[in-house]
């Protein structure tokens, strides 16, 4: 391994904040190591379309491969099921908030918005969510960081915007969220608050230096919750949620699988050890794709 590595990230605020963190914790382990911080342009970040599923990861994944950086940061949730064979995930940090949030103007909570309200939200699993509790209300497809669809509150006219309540306390905004969404009942993205630092499986110096910083509760339940979108055959393009955690020695998997228009559910709890989250996560997504095919055609993943 050298002393200084090159460390890619996206150009957003947030992507630089969580690099940030990563580098923090990594300069703990081993203040003797330097860093380069590499920013990146992915094709997710080149278009504001918002009628396909966005990649967030692919420039920087690549880059790693070709041995043009050391180390990738990345929010989990924005990393494919299946990662690219020669890239592996070194460290997940401690997991951050899971949940999502609703920034709103003139109500405090969902439920007190009024009929018809035009909800902004970048995600099929949150337009079917919001759908499943409240289907008068508008779901507006929004691109854009962090920071951009706050904006669009104002601009667009919209009466809120639900998103990941991790990225908005890192950017220091956490007094805007006006509800936090509970996990008991709103499941989040696989992944979701969790950071992660990617490494060329060759590598190994860079390898055993990363996972010194690396979390293993977030491990188990975030590559559980990976494996239920893997065996369920699709990325962030599925309307799916899922959430792990460590319970008495066990990993307690949830997951949900949504319709689009958000009518209809189906969903799985398992608990499994904690040394085998992928098995747990695998048996959970083949439960959903095998109980969703004959009840609904709209829990299909989109292609």
């Not at 299946?82 to 999502?100: H, K, M, S, W, Y």
């Not at 969220?177 to 996990?183: A, G, K, Q, S, W």
């Not at 992944?191 to 996972?211: K, P, S, W």
Request: aromatic share 2%; net charge positive.
């Amino acid at each position: 391994m050298t002393e200084r590595l090159r460390v890619a990230t996206r150009a957003s605020p947030l992507a630089r904040a969580q690099t940030e963190l990563a580098l923090r914790s990594l300069r703990r382990a081993d203040p003797r190591v330097g860093y380069e911080v590499v920013t990146m342009r992915t094709s997710g970040d080149r278009t504001a379309r918002t009628d396909r599923t966005l990649d967030f990861t692919d420039v920087l994944d690549r880059a790693l491969e070709a041995g043009e950086v050391d180390l990738a940061v990345h929010s989990t949730k924005d990393l494919p099921a299946r990662p690219l064979r020669r890239v592996v995930i070194g460290a997940f940090l401690r997991r951050g908030d899971p949940r999502d949030c609703a920034i709103l103007r003139g109500a405090r909570r969902l439920r007190d918005l009024p009929r018809g309200a035009r909800i902004g939200s970048s995600s099929l699993r949150r337009r079917a969510q919001l759908l499943a509790v409240r289907p008068d209300l508008e779901v507006v497809p929004i691109r854009g960081n962090v920071g951009t669809r706050l904006e669009k509150i104002s601009s667009m006219g919209l009466d809120g915007v639900v998103l990941a309540a991790a990225g908005v306390k890192r950017l220091g905004w956490g007094e805007r969220i006006t509800e936090l969404l509970p996990v008991a009942n709103w499941l989040p993205s696989p992944g979701q608050g969790a950071i992660a630092i990617e490494v060329r499986a060759e590598d190994r110096a860079t390898l055993q230096h990363v996972r010194a910083v690396d979390h293993a509760r977030t491990r188990a339940a975030v590559e559980a919750e990976r494996a239920v979108v893997a065996a369920a055959g699709g990325d962030c393009d599925l309307p799916l949620g899922a959430f792990g955690r460590i319970v008495g020695g066990e990993l307690e998997l949830r997951a949900e699988w949504f319709s689009e228009d958000g009518r209809t559910r189906v969903r799985a709890e398992r608990r499994g050890p904690v040394d085998r989250p992928t098995v747990t996560g695998a048996d959970v997504g083949r439960w959903l794709k095998l109980a969703a095919a004959p009840t609904a055609r709209g829990l299909a993943p989109r292609r």
